[in-house]
């Protein structure tokens, strides 16, 4: 998309249909992925972002290819759509004042610098306060801004020193990561669900907050049962591969092309599988009767699975067995997947446009189906700078948008979560 610096296309997201978060101003200081896709899904929302960028190279992620878009890195896509784009010198005093302003106008401030390093350009939470008391501020970080202050917060990182990585892969292979930068996903939807918060308890109080976000906490939340395995008994979960630690069977089995995943929640399920695998005493022996059994005779009963599963394809299992109300499904490709969900009609994405309303490409949409629908936004990422004129000028006039100045004047103390 061509840069642009006229007074339209900083317009764009501000006559896009009105979504639940309409009227709200964002200003995106963040970059790479977890604040990024944060700040995307209040977009999707109906919030207006503004992000800002560094002059030349804007966000890493724009040069985190291939693969290439017609609108650019991949990547950057994929966080960064219903977002204008202003290329600002935070280095540069006249710059650093309009981030200022913008961050006075804001109902809404995500941003991912080293901790502290807002404060040393004036935009931190305490001086924004003074001027914007009902500023609903996330920090995000690696490690937190205590003893993990000066560690630098990358998702292979924490997937490696959190736990995850030494809880995933093959059993008697080495640690691996997720096949996505997953803790940067769960900050981005733990930081959406504390802003959200925030702004409807600001609705009572008049008040916003400063919230605290770091890849390894919303990593350790995400451990649910495999965390708890340690704190209540003490139980140092393993690699278990596709295996599950606490139910049988509940993995891929090998057939006669290809692995399938079965999932048996229950005993009912388990005699199903048995059933129409044509080995129907194994729900009557003792051995598997219960799932606690299957758990203490897994290796026993994994092999007398699998060899019944050798004798037709993954498919032709995979449709009997769903049949019986036994839950499985082959190993797609991300492809497949995304078919298979067109296909029971959960239109995994959307077409996103350029200023001028062509389509540009499609993305993956955000997930909530709203009943009844929600007029959605669908402008396409901007390129580096396409709005910077517009939000310049618009920053420059002193007049304010109406977002923030309600909340402006509280005779309030700013409050910490």
């Not at 497949?336 to 077409?351: F, H, K, R």
């Amino acid at each position: 998309m061509p840069a642009s610096t006229d007074g339209n296309a900083a317009q764009v997201q501000r006559t896009t249909p009105a979504g639940p978060l309409a009227g709200l101003l964002v200003a995106d200081f963040s970059r790479v992925l977890a604040g990024p896709l944060a700040t995307m899904t209040l977009a999707d929302l109906g919030a207006r972002v503004i992000k800002v960028e560094r002059p030349g190279n804007g966000d890493d992620t724009r040069s985190w290819g291939p693969p290439f878009s017609p609108t650019g890195a991949t990547y950057f896509d994929s966080a960064n759509r219903n977002k204008e784009s202003v290329c600002l010198d935070l280095s540069e005093p006249g710059d650093r004042q309009l981030a200022r302003e913008l961050a006075l106008r804001a109902d809404v401030l995500v941003e991912n610098f080293k901790p502290g390093g807002m404060d040393k350009l004036g935009l931190g939470y305490a001086e924004l306060f003074e001027g914007n008391p009902g500023l609903i501020y996330a920090s995000i970080s690696g490690f937190g801004s205590a003893g993990g202050a000066t560690l630098m917060g990358y998702d292979f990182i924490v997937q490696a020193m959190g736990g995850l990585m030494s809880i995933t892969g093959e059993e008697h292979g080495g640690p691996t990561k997720a096949g996505v930068a997953l803790v940067d996903v769960l900050t981005a939807k733990d930081t959406t669900i504390g802003v959200l918060a925030a702004l409807a308890a600001r609705a009572t109080s008049g008040l916003g907050a400063h919230l605290e976000l770091n890849l390894l906490s919303s990593l350790q939340g995400a451990l649910a049962n495999q965390g708890q395995a340690f704190l209540g008994s003490g139980t140092v979960p393993q690699r278990m591969g596709n295996a599950h630690p606490s139910i049988v069977p509940y993995q891929l089995l090998q057939c006669a092309d290809a692995p399938l995943a079965v999932a048996c929640g229950n005993d009912g399920q388990f005699a199903k599988l048995t059933q129409v695998l044509g080995i129907a005493g194994l729900a009557q022996d003792p051995r598997f009767a219960t799932n606690n059994a299957r758990v203490e005779h897994r290796t026993k009963l994994v092999p007398l699975l699998e060899d019944a599963l050798s004798s037709s394809s993954a498919l032709i299992w995979q449709d009997k067995l769903i049949d019986a109300g036994v839950p499985a499904g082959h190993v797609a490709s991300i492809e497949e997947g995304l078919e298979y969900a067109e296909s029971l009609g959960l239109e995994p994405t959307i077409e996103v446009c350029d200023v001028a309303g062509d389509p540009v490409g499609r993305q993956i949409r955000h997930p909530i189906t709203w009943i009844p629908a929600i007029p959605a936004p669908a402008a396409a990422p901007p390129s580096l700078g396409e709005h910077s004129g517009a939000v310049r000028a618009w920053l420059a006039d002193g007049a304010d948008d109406g977002h923030a100045s309600q909340w402006k004047g509280a005779d309030k103390k700013p409050t910490k979560h």
